[in-house]
T-cell receptor
Framework: GEDVEQSLFLSVREGDSSVINCTYT??????LYWYKQEPGAGLQLLTY?????DMKQDQRLTVLLNKKDKHLSLRIADTQTGDSAIYFC??????????FGTGTRLTVIP | DTGVSQNPRHKITKRGQNVTFRCDPI?????LYWYRQTLGQGPEFLTY????????KSRLLSDRFSAERPKGSFSTLEIQRTEQGDSAMYLC??????????????FGSGTRLTVV
C-alpha cells in the first residue's frame, strides 16, 4: 500500500534555499506532486513530476526524483517570508486519487 | 473561471444534525474528488466522480456519508447524524482526465466543519 513520509518541520532564514524531502513506498507511482497550504486555506498545486523524470525546474522551484530510493525533494531558492506554509508531497499510483504525506511546516525567519 | 468553489467556508453544527456541503468544480473538468483533512494531517481521499458517476469510495466514507454529482457539474457531500469525529476540513478537487492521463488536480479552499 501507499505510505508517504515527510519531516514535520523546517526553518530557514530568508534568502536561503529550502529543501523539503519526501519518501514514498509505492513503486508504481505515476505522478508525484508538491502542494502548498497556507493557514485556513485549501491546497495550491506548486509543481508535479512524472515518474520517468529525474528533475524538473520551474522558476524558484526544483524537484528532484530518485526513483530507485523512492525519494522526492522540493528545493525553493531564495526563500521568502511568503513561502511560510505547509508543504505536502503526494503520489498518484494506478488508483484515481492522490495519497498525501503529513506535510512539512516551513517557517521562514526574516 | 474562478477555480474550484466550496460552500460554506465554515459550518458549526450540533452532534446528531445533518450537514451538506457543495462543491463547484472548474467547468471543463470531468473528474471531481472529495478529501477530508484533520488537524496536523494530510488530506485523505473519500470519493471521486467521473462526470456524474461515482466510481470509487474510500472505506473512510461510512454509511452516514453520501456524495452526489447529479448532472456531472457541481457535487454535494452530506453527512447524516454528525459525530464529533467528523470535525475536519472537507476539500473538493477537480481535474480533467482523458484515458489514463490525468492533467492535475485543482483544490478548493475547503469547508471547515466543527461538530459541537
Amino acid at each position: 500500500g501507499e505510505d508517504v513520509e515527510q519531516s514535520l518541520f523546517l526553518s530557514v532564514r530568508e534568502g536561503d534555499s529550502s529543501v523539503i524531502n519526501c519518501t514514498y513506498t509505492d513503486s508504481s507511482s505515476t505522478y508525484l506532486y508538491w502542494y502548498k497550504q497556507e493557514p485556513g486555506a485549501g491546497l495550491q498545486l506548486l509543481t508535479y513530476i512524472f515518474s520517468n523524470m529525474d528533475m524538473k525546474q520551474d522558476q524558484r522551484l526544483t524537484v528532484l526524483l530518485n526513483k530507485k530510493d523512492k525519494h522526492l525533494s522540493l528545493r525553493i531558492a531564495d526563500t521568502q517570508t511568503g513561502d511560510s506554509a505547509i508543504y505536502f508531497c503526494a503520489e498518484k499510483t494506478g488508483a484515481n486519487n492522490l495519497f498525501f504525506g503529513t506535510g512539512t511546516r516551513l517557517t521562514v525567519i526574516p | 473561471d474562478t477555480g474550484v468553489s466550496q460552500n460554506p467556508r465554515h459550518k458549526i453544527t450540533k452532534r446528531g444534525q445533518n450537514v451538506t456541503f457543495r462543491c463547484d468544480p472548474i467547468s471543463e473538468h470531468n473528474r471531481l474528488y472529495w478529501y477530508r483533512q484533520t488537524l496536523g494531517q494530510g488530506p485523505e481521499f473519500l470519493t471521486y466522480f467521473q462526470n456524474e458517476a461515482q466510481l470509487e469510495k474510500s472505506r473512510l466514507l461510512s454509511d452516514r456519508f453520501s456524495a452526489e454529482r447529479p448532472k456531472g457539474s457541481f457535487s454535494t457531500l452530506e453527512i447524516q447524524r454528525t459525530e464529533q469525529g467528523d470535525s475536519a476540513m472537507y476539500l473538493c478537487a477537480s481535474s480533467f482526465a482523458r484515458g489514463p492521463t490525468n492533467y492535475g488536480y485543482t483544490f478548493g479552499s475547503g469547508t471547515r466543519l466543527t461538530v459541537v
